[in-house]
Structure formats: structure tokens, C-alpha cells
């Protein structure tokens, strides 16, 4: 089982090398976020409903993924569809592009800079300085690291130790349960509020982890340490572990305006201290596939 679930590792990480992401009209998370569109809208029993889509919907299509793997009776083959179901749930490639490309355009003062940077954040950006728009590029590059790496390889690692059919399903339901939570997990839906708190138990480990990977990546352990200041600022209890660790090792404030500010004392980032961040998380980010390789193996 082990040699099986790194060959599944293997063909995820260089698939994710040499295509970022699926495209989009086969895109398994995109096709399950157009299923769950139409959920997202005004009901009666709103936290009713909600806690029906947070249960049974990662549910449904993480047993959809794991009977994938269940009807496929040749190893090896049993692992290529592996890899194909966590490179359809991890991302790095794209990550770090759209992360690459704000910067860039920050950097040669071009107007685009802020819509490029809503492909990575939430907020309102039309008002941004070039310091908050770098700020904005890296801390998102950090969170997502969590999220959209290491959660989905996390899970899969730590399942596939019982089976592969396990390891698959469970990456999936992690995914599916972030996805819910970025499409349902607002204050101002209340359907969505049971999705936010299944995710906030989902993510407590891997953003950890995720801290972790960016301080060796950073070469900074004491920037563990030093982000313990500053984690819980954010709203989410854990989307402050890899941020504030990734602000004290590259010393840059990061902030969203008028929600949180990690290392204060500090100046927004430069074009250089922006640029070494999402290196930082490019590189924990091939800490974590390798980490997740050698977990798989034994």
C-alpha cells in the first residue's frame, strides 16, 4: 500500500508541475461547487439545512471518489486514478502563479493589479495601496498553502495508511468541506454557518502543519515562536498560524484593513520582501509533497 500511495503523490505533484489545475469543465471541485450554487440561497430553516449540506454532501462525493479507486482491481492502475482525485484536490502551481502575477503587476504600477489579486482574496481591493495589494498577494499565498495543499495531502497521507480507497476519500472530504466553507461560511448566511465551524475542526491540524512547513522553508524556526504574538488576530482560528508565521519570517506587517494586522511594528512588504514570501511558500510547499511522500511510504 505504501509504494501505491506515493505513486499517487508522485503523479499529483507532476501533474500539478506541468498543468497547475484540471481544466475547468472537469474540474471535480468545480463541478461540485455548481452543485452546490443553487443551495446557496434564503431557506426557512436555514441552520437546518446548513448542517444537512455540511454532513452529507462532503460525504456523498468522498464516497463517490473512494468507490473510484474500490472498481479498479489492477494496483497500480487503482494508484493513477489516485494521483488524478489529489491533483484534482491539491494546488501549487496556481497558486503561487496568481500570487506571482500581483506582484508583478504591482510592481510595474499597472492598474490590473487589482483584479488579478481578487483571484487569491475576498475583499473589497478597488482602494489598495501597492503595499497592501503585496500584503493581500502573500498572506492569501500562505492561508491557501493550508487549505489548498496540505489539508487535501494531510488527509490523503493519513488515510491511505488503512487503504487507498480511504486515503482518496478522505482528501476529497477535506476539499469538499473548505469548498463549502469559501462558498457558504459567511456571518451573513446562516446556512453556512455549520460548513465555517466543520472547516475550522478540519483545518486546525494542517494549518499547524502548514506553520511549520513555512518556518523551515524560511529557515526561521523562531518564527513559530514569534507568530504565537499575532495568530489568533484573524477571525478564523487557524488561518493566522501560516500567516503570522510567514510575517515574522520575512519581518513584513501583513494586514487586511480594518479586520487584522500581523507584526505590527513592521512596514507593509517591498517589492523584495513580497517576492521572498511567496518563495517561502513555493518551497514549503515541495516540503509538504515530499513530507506527504515519505508519510505515504511508511
Known sequence: MGLLAVIAVGLAFALDARFAEPPARIHPVAIFGQLIAPLDRDWRTPKLVGM?????FPLAVAAIAAGTILLVTVPFLAAIVAGLWLFSTTSRSMLVSLARDVLAAVDADNPTAHSHIRGLVGRDTTNLSPGELRSGAVESAAEN???GLVAPLLAFVLGAQVSLALGVGAAVWVKAVNTLDSMLGYPAKPHGTASARLDDVVMWLPARVSALLLAVAARNLRALSVARRWA??????NSGWPMATLAAATNAQLRKPDTYTLNPDASLPTSEGATRGVRIVNVAALL????AGVIAWF
Open 288 to 291: 509538504a509533497f515530499a513530507l
Open 145 to 147: 498553502l493550508a487549505d
Open 232 to 237: 489568533h488576530a484573524p477571525p478564523s482560528p
Open 52 to 56: 444537512s449540506i455540511a454532513l452529507l
